[in-house]
């Protein structure tokens, strides 16, 4: 997902909020806290954020900018 390789990166949820766009971050990790909390699944309908990585090919190598 978002461009990495299996194996790449840790999936955490960190992680996964860098890749949504700044203005729906909160609300994503409150849906992500409270599905946690409740042990309940969770849909959501947010913007996500990538940026190409140099030297990618193949899925275009995609992950956030560095900051």
């Not at 960190?14 to 042990?39: F, M, N, T, W, Y």
């Amino acid at each position: 997902m978002h461009g990495y390789a299996p194996g790449e990166v840790e999936p955490t949820t960190d992680l996964l909020l860098a890749h949504k766009h700044p203005g729906d971050r909160e609300q994503v990790a409150e849906i992500i806290s409270r599905s946690i909390a409740h042990g309940e699944p969770f849909s959501s309908r947010h913007r996500f954020i990538d940026y190409p990585r140099p030297g990618a090919s193949g899925d275009g190598g995609r992950r956030p900018h560095p900051r």
